[in-house]
């Protein structure tokens, strides 16, 4: 309105003020009456800057009634996007009812029902849509055919200069595999929503009303770079807005309309009103949900290790490991993702690591490539790790199985909760309407961040970090073995411990899989099952300081997404530690407060 941004545009729901972002659907059958003020904003209203929006809900009737309606578009009536049949390929489906009356009536002196003294009315509305935003032009996506082919055999291995690289079959679509649809794929969405009213007339002038409203959705969020490919990771939305009010006014009447006329002072009330909103938002995949692991889990990688020795004198001495061999087992959790590296590690030669290498010698040049020596050359071909994820197609559209929401992070919540309180006194004064108001309002909000996909990383940079590499000589050997044919023992080492360099996670990861909790023993991270992780594993510094991106951004919650139940001060950041000895970096919700006072004048002239 007026040009202003979508958030200076104020909603009021029967003297509610809703907060910015919070859903504003109701039933239609709920409204009364609906006030648009583009200019002019009356104090009442407070600091507007752009338009109000000032909606009234309908009141209980003196009589019962009732009402259903049901409107649709057409259904879907198979699993494709496309099998829907009617008016249009969107499928809107609306079913609304509503019903109000008397609860209680007043009696005369002889008993008869004179006036309600308790009435209520209550409107509810289910939603249904296949496509909550249709697009003019509609939508595109490769033939189904297409896409059975690549999901079946979704990697490619293509020679490049003496070497091999792993690259995805969509690379090679052609033209004639993409079809266009009208229907834009998995932005669906459900919507509940609800109102209702409760009058009591406790006197001739005195009424209370308690009212409400909710508005539930739960959508697939659109997004456009997934359509051609990925449209299964559309994001999934459930937003909830509710609100709750009670209201106390009070009229002052003269006892007969003679008195009435005749009286300086007319039409004159004052009402008070407590109100109750809050809102929440929760993003998170559609298919892991807060499966947190498993959103970037490939498979089980399995790395095979062996010794290294260096000739000193007449003694081999052991001076590190060398990674020999990496075996891949799918996992079932995203298994495009799986399938694409299964390709890799059964489309190319098995070859035996040679054994001169681990005693100095360079292969250098020789028969040994090495395509399944290490997480590094997997990696380097192509391979997709635990926590990778695929590259884009032309930088335009996501590769299956790629998680992304366009709009933050994977993982999110926001809570925002409003308590209001206000006062209004208002009588006419000869030509003046005074009215004469009190506001208080305190609004909280809350956010949790949390990129899933990156834990993984974050886990194989911290799980190993303590342990340094093998110093032959400074210390004893751990174990002296004298093997067949060797002319010089072979003297093995331990790995050395830093104790500067240890890692919360990689204590409490050891304590999970039953080893020493400062042990030297390497993990290996992406040998692991996701159910062996979880996000307390790690503290919260881990988290917010992870290389050279955050993984975890929260306000109002702790760094697990646990709701704060006190008010952490700003030294608690730096100073505030839990039972584990570990800095919670608390921050507190963003909590501001609007009060306000207001005094308005209307009044006319007789003769300008």
Do not use: C
């Not at 249709?134 to 490619?156: F, H, L």
């Not at 071909?381 to 998680?403: D, E, K």
């Not at 933050?408 to 919540?413: I, V």
């Amino acid at each position: 309105i007026r040009g202003a941004r979508t958030e200076a545009t104020y909603y009021y729901i029967d003297g509610v003020k809703v907060p910015a972002g919070a859903g504003t659907g109701l039933p239609k059958g709920a409204i009364e009456e609906v006030q648009v003020i583009t200019g002019g904003v009356p104090a009442n209203y407070g600091d507007v800057t752009g338009g109000l929006i000032n909606i009234t809900t309908r009141g209980p009737s003196r009589q019962f009634f009732g009402g259903a309606e049901y409107l649709t578009s057409g259904f879907k009536v198979g699993k494709d996007i496309t099998d829907i049949i009617g008016l249009d390929k969107f499928a809107f489906n609306q079913v609304e009812a509503s019903v109000s009356g008397p609860l209680l009536f007043r009696k005369d002196s002889l008993g008869n029902k004179s006036k309600p003294l308790i009435g209520f009315f209550l409107s509810g509305q289910y939603t249904n849509v296949v496509d909550n935003g249709p697009s003019y032009i509609g939508d595109v996506r490769v033939r189904r055919d297409v896409r059975d082919g690549i999901e079946a055999n979704p990697g490619q291995v293509l020679s490049t200069g003496g070497d091999v690289a792993l690259v995805n079959r969509t690379e090679f679509l052609r033209t004639s595999d993409i079809e266009s649809i009208p229907t834009r794929q998995n932005a669906g969405e459900v919507i509940y929503t609800a109102s209702g009213k409760i009058d009591i007339a406790t006197t001739q002038n005195v009424q209370l009303t308690m009212g409400g409203s909710l508005d539930y959705s739960n959508r697939q969020s659109y997004n456009r770079n997934n359509s051609l490919l990925n449209p299964e990771r559309n994001v999934r939305t459930k937003e909830l807005s509710w609100r709750a009010f009670i209201k106390y006014t009070q009229r002052f009447t003269n006892r007969t309309s003679e008195e009435e006329k005749k009286s300086t002072i007319k039409n004159a009330f004052y009402s008070l009103q407590f109100d109750y909103s809050r809102y929440q938002n929760n993003v998170q995949d559609f298919v892991h949900g807060d499966r947190l692991f498993d959103y970037g889990y490939v498979g089980r990688f399995t790395t095979y290790r062996a010794p290294q020795f260096e000739l000193r004198g007449s003694r081999w001495v052991q001076v590190g490991e060398r990674d020999t061999l990496v075996t891949f087992s799918p996992g079932t959790q995203n298994p495009y993702l799986a399938a694409f590296d299964n390709y890799y590690f059964n489309a190319l030669p098995r070859e035996q690591f040679p054994i001169p290498a681990l005693f100095g010698a360079q292969i250098d040049g020789g028969p040994y490539v090495g395509y399944y020596q290490d997480l590094i050359e997997v990696q380097r071909r192509g391979v997709l790790l635990n926590g990778n994820r695929p590259v884009s197609l032309y930088q335009m559209w996501n590769n299956p199985g790629f998680i992304d929401d366009p709009n933050g992070a994977e993982f999110r919540k926001r809570l925002n909760e409003q308590v209001r309180f206000t006062a209004v006194g208002s009588a006419d004064i000869g030509q003046h309407a005074v009215m004469v108001g009190i506001e208080y309002e305190q609004l909280t909000q809350r956010r949790y961040d949390l990129s899933p996909v990156g834990l993984w990383t974050r886990a194989r940079g911290l799980a190993n970090f303590h342990l340094e590499n093998f110093v032959g000589d400074s210390l004893p050997p751990s174990a002296i073995v004298q093997l067949p044919n060797s002319p010089f023992p072979f003297h093995y080492y331990d790995r050395l411990f830093s104790a500067d360099a240890f890692k919360f996670f990689s204590g409490n990861l050891r304590s999970a899989l039953g080893l020493d909790r400062t042990g030297l023993d390497y993990i290996d991270i992406d040998a692991l099952d996701p159910s062996v992780f979880t996000l307390d594993m790690f503290e919260p510094d881990e988290l917010i300081n992870a290389g050279n991106s955050t993984l975890v951004s929260y306000v109002g919650y702790d760094y697990l997404g646990n709701k704060l139940t006190r008010k952490p001060s700003f030294d608690d950041f730096f100073t505030q530690k839990d039972d584990r000895g570990v800095n919670t970096r608390a921050q507190a919700p963003f909590q501001p407060i609007y009060m306000a006072g207001y005094v308005m004048d209307k009044f006319a002239f007789d003769d300008i």
